[in-house]
Each structure stands twice: as structure tokens, then as C-alpha cells.
């Protein structure tokens, strides 16, 4: 991995661990179910190259998950 890749890796863990600090409960477990299905689908989906696609497809399904609780818990 490239020395600008591995900080573009840490700046996104970072700031998803930031954004999960401000989070309610809701939001919190849509996030890691988001996050658990998006990772594993990304990793069998990008098959050049597994650890970019679980990393892209788990960012992608933390965000989305934690989009769907809250939605759910406001309505």
C-alpha cells in the first residue's frame, strides 16, 4: 500500500470513529449491521483486490445503516 493511501485509510477511520461518537443507539447498531453486510459484500464483490472493496462497501453500508435507523426511529 501506498504511503498516501495508508493516510487517506486512517483520515476515513478517524472520521467515522468521530461520527459514531455522536451517535444514538439507533444509529449506532444501523451502523455496524450497515457496516458488517457492506464489508462483506464489497469484499466478494471487488475480486482484484478484497481489502478495498470491504473497506469501500463497509464505509458505504455504516453509512447507509445508520441513515435507515434513523429514519426508522423517527418515523
Same mark, same amino acid.
Given at each position: 500500500?501506498?504511503?498516501?493511501?495508508?493516510?487517506?485509510?486512517?483520515?476515513?477511520?478517524?472520521?467515522?470513529?468521530?461520527?459514531? !461518537?455522536?451517535?444514538?443507539?439507533?444509529?449506532?447498531?444501523?451502523?455496524?449491521?450497515?457496516?458488517?453486510?457492506?464489508?462483506?459484500?464489497?469484499?466478494?464483490?471487488?475480486?482484484?483486490n478484497p481489502?478495498?472493496?470491504?473497506?469501500?462497501? &463497509? &464505509?458505504?453500508? !455504516?453509512?447507509?445503516?445508520?441513515?435507515?435507523?434513523?429514519?426508522?426511529?423517527?418515523?
Amino acid at each position: 500500500m501506498l504511503k498516501g493511501q495508508k493516510i487517506v485509510s486512517l483520515m476515513l477511520v478517524f472520521s467515522l470513529l468521530s461520527v459514531t !461518537a455522536c451517535a444514538t443507539r439507533y444509529q449506532t447498531e444501523g451502523a455496524v449491521t450497515g457496516g458488517a453486510i457492506g464489508g462483506i459484500a464489497g469484499a466478494f464483490i471487488d475480486h482484484g483486490n478484497p481489502w478495498r472493496g470491504g473497506i469501500i462497501g &463497509a &464505509a458505504i453500508g !455504516a453509512l447507509a445503516g445508520a441513515t435507515i435507523a434513523e429514519i426508522g426511529a423517527r418515523g
